[in-house]
């Protein structure tokens, strides 16, 4: 890990040298994250880590025992089709709550996340190309007036269930397909088919089921 420099707090930016050492691969599945060496690690005190890898947890990275010891989230297939499953259920219906009431400044903050997608991709940064596949989920879920909701889409859209794009060695044609899926969903609400925009979701969270299915596949013949 690196010292921090930036100017952000020092929670944000443990917060964020932390979780990217977890999406590169860098810290592995299950392994110890204690407080004291990370303090050590980035040249802060204890109490910002402690903030971040509660933030952490919150996103699905991280699992803290009861003992206050924090470990890497280990991914399972079948927590990921689990949680894509919750994200199909939620995410269609968002888009049937939100079909009257959105703005035009939501098209437009789709478009921009689009082409920050497609600029990602296309400069090989995944890392970026990740948080902009889970920011389009989440601009259209805080269309929703319900809270609880949209808390339960941001959950679902976190952690285990993306863990499969940085684990696998096919992460360039994933990020594709995914960007064209979220191409297709945006050209439906652009037009105002609701139907067709719902059904795309759909497709999108089967496809996901695919590769990360397709993902687990090839580990086991490895």
Known sequence: MQRIIKKETLAEQA????????ISGKLAPDEELPEKKLAEELGISRTP????????????????????????ASF???DALQFLEIRELLE????????DTFQ???LEELKENLESQWQAIKEDCYEEFIELDREFHLLLAKENPNPK???????SNTGVN?????LSNTLRLSAKEAYEEHNRIFTAL??????TAKKEMSAHMKNIERRIQGYYQEEEAN
Do not use: C, P, W
């Open 162 to 166: 993306r863990a499969f794009l940085v």
């Open 149 to 155: 909701l949209r808390d339960m889409i941001h959950t």
């Open 15 to 22: 917060f964020n040298l932390i979780k990217k050492d977890i």
């Open 104 to 106: 035009d400044r939501l």
């Open 49 to 72: 880590i402690r903030e971040a890898l509660k933030r952490l947890a919150a996103e699905g990275l991280i699992m803290i025992s009861d003992a206050k010891m924090a470990t890497v």
């Open 76 to 78: 399972t297939e079948e």
């Open 92 to 99: 269609v219906y968002n888009l049937e709550i939100i079909a």
């Open 190 to 195: 652009q037009s105002k088919h609701v139907e």
